[in-house]
């Protein structure tokens, strides 16, 4: 059973970690759009992400079983990926067809992000999840390895775009072998679509609003290392288009240490609230190095950022991973789910999809011209993140405290009032 959800979580990953790290210099650079263009189009799937509880969420709740859910929205979404990826016309006119494909394949991907997840706890222990997940990260460090050696020519490189029809690819490949996983039949009428409203009530706590707030404003900067470090690592540090992918799996290899050593050792040293400002203070520093990176010679500054690009993996499990330990902690026993999907919205969803935008627009702002002639401001670009990223650990250490555990006296004294919910 581990080894079969194992495969699963490899391959969801591995899709979107075939794409996510490289789409963008695509879409500018090749493509020639406006920077403003791609951010609407990277953009499309944190949207999706806020309908996913109202669309797949729900159909996999009450009518469909699980794995036949996740089947055909991977066939459906291979087939749309595979179309847009042979798509070659450049210039303005391809902004349409990207963005209308990109919308309809986010729309069928985003609820497997969360069924991937609530098949594995079905059928597993919560015990059991890291180690399944883990997979996943895997899995986005191999695709990128695929489209390293693509690119190197070890194996013919297809006439397209060769990130979209690897991702198509390999989202055809998981649509089969969903069929193939544990019956996970639909609980009918188990599922609230606005779920997390009843963990509005959390927002009475002033410590949870402060967390929440400074997440939702890490999650917004995270989008400036998905969307334009591809294109920085090319046309500042002279990484070569071929081994983009490769380089840039660094940061996960650095999550799969972090959240298998790091972070158990973390959490028992420094406690939780020393283990997110780690977390907290990594996305700083890397945006600093960054920033830093274009004012020196490559050939110091290149190892010094691929460096650095362990930070990211540090900075997502100390933070976000550890951000989903503070939420169950502070949520009373009876609204834990709602809370978690709370968190889910304010960073998965908001977070993102206006981080997307923030990033598309500094990006416009610092860079000149179009195409592969363009030249962009890097250090301009990434000041910004570092600069809000560094006001919201500031915000951190001084509003947020340590979460009582459930059980303790401190637990047992916190008000009540708050508690009451709003149903």
Partial sequence: MKARLGLMMFLEYAIWGAWAPVLWPYLTDTLGLGQSQAG????????????????????ADRWLPTQSFLGIAHLVGGAILLVLGRRTGAGPGAFGPWLGLMGAYS???????????????????EADFGRIRVFGTIGWIASGLILSGWRRGLVPSPAGCDAILLAGGLSLVLGAYCFTLPHTPPARGRADPLAFRRALVLLRDRNTLAFLAIAFLVTTELQFYYGPTGGFLESALR??????????????????LALAFALPVALK?????????????????????????????????????ISS?????????????????????????????????LLTLVT??????????????????????????????????????????????????LLVREPARPGSEAWEQRPKAWERSFD
């Fill in 40 to 59: 609407w189009i990277f953009s499309l799937l944190w949207l999706a992400c806020l309908l996913a509880p109202l669309t797949g969420g729900q159909v």
């Fill in 107 to 125: 729309l069928v991907f985003a609820p497997t992000l969360a069924l991937t997840n609530s098949i594995v706890f079905h059928h597993l222990s």
């Fill in 239 to 256: 990484v070569p288009h071929a081994a983009v992918p490769m380089t840039m799996a660094v940061a996960q290899a650095a999550e799969i």
């Fill in 269 to 305: 040293r420094w406690g939780l609230r020393g283990t997110l400002a780690l977390g907290v203070l990594a996305w700083p520093l890397r945006y600093l190095v960054f920033a830093l990176a274009p004012l020196g010679p490559v050939g110091v500054m290149r190892p010094l950022v």
């Fill in 309 to 341: 690009l362990t930070l990211h993996g540090i900075g997502f499990t100390f933070f976000f991973v550890a951000s989903q330990i503070f939420i169950d902690r502070v949520a009373p026993s009876d609204i834990r789910a709602s809370a978690q999907s």
């Fill in 348 to 397: 998965l969803g908001l977070g993102n999809f206006l981080g997307t935008l923030l990033t598309a627009t500094v990006m416009q702002h610092f860079t000149r011209g179009m195409g592969a002639a363009a030249t962009t401001q890097w250090t301009s670009v990434f000041l910004v993140p570092c600069l809000l990223t560094l006001a919201c650990a500031a915000g951190y250490f």
